[in-house]
């Protein structure tokens, strides 16, 4: 897998946190996953095809997933995710998957991506392909990012 979408994926992560939540974010250290993913406690699932095929895989604890919420609703305190949450957090995953397009297509490659799925729960995805994990810090806590992209 080429860094350079791995790159792509992050400066559009970073560039959501700025622009949307008005937070910095910065990404640790990047780790090679096996062929399996934790879910965490809730996580967003977005395919890629066109030019690369794959996975774009967002996870991340029950609390950051309420901070989001709350962030996307005006700043309002979360207590618990309804219909209404559970939307946001998908629309989460539109801004990650349409903002990573944009940022993939900066290297000469064309894609689109799929509706995100949202999982809630602990769980473990599993593929025949290898993810890249790129742990994302912010002010409202850690956002996984696990990317598998390979060129078609």
Same mark, same amino acid.
């Given at each position: 897998?080429?860094?350079?979408? /791995? =790159?792509? @994926?992050?400066?559009? +992560? #970073? !560039? ?17 996953? $096996?062929?399996?993913?934790? *879910?965490?406690?809730?996580?967003? /699932?977005? !395919? ?15 609390? +950051?997933?309420?901070? &989001?919420? %709350?962030?996307?609703? !005006? %700043?309002?305190? @979360? ?13 989460? %995953? =539109?801004?990650?998957?349409?903002? *990573? ?5 900066? #290297?000469?490659?064309? @894609? ?6 949202? =999982? #809630? ?5 599993? *593929? ?11 002010? /409202?806590?850690? &956002? #996984?990012?696990?990317?598998?992209? $390979?060129?078609?």
């Amino acid at each position: 897998m080429d860094v350079k979408y /791995i =790159n792509a @994926v992050c400066r559009a +992560t #970073e !560039g959501i946190f700025q622009d949307y939540f008005g937070l910095s974010s910065r990404p640790l250290a990047p780790y090679a996953g $096996k062929f399996a993913v934790d *879910s965490r406690q809730v996580s967003v /699932i977005l !395919g890629v095809h066109g030019q690369l095929k794959g996975q774009i895989i967002c996870s991340f604890e029950m609390e +950051t997933a309420k901070k &989001i919420v %709350g962030l996307m609703m !005006g %700043g309002i305190e @979360v207590e618990e995710i309804d219909d209404m949450g559970w939307s946001a957090i998908q629309e989460f %995953g =539109n801004w990650v998957a349409g903002t *990573s397009a944009t940022e993939i297509s900066t #290297e000469g490659v064309m @894609v689109d991506v799929t509706p995100p799925v949202v =999982n #809630e729960g602990s769980s473990i995805f599993r *593929s025949h392909n290898i993810f890249i994990s790129v742990p994302m810090q912010s002010g /409202i806590g850690v &956002i #996984e990012i696990h990317i598998s992209l $390979k060129k078609d």
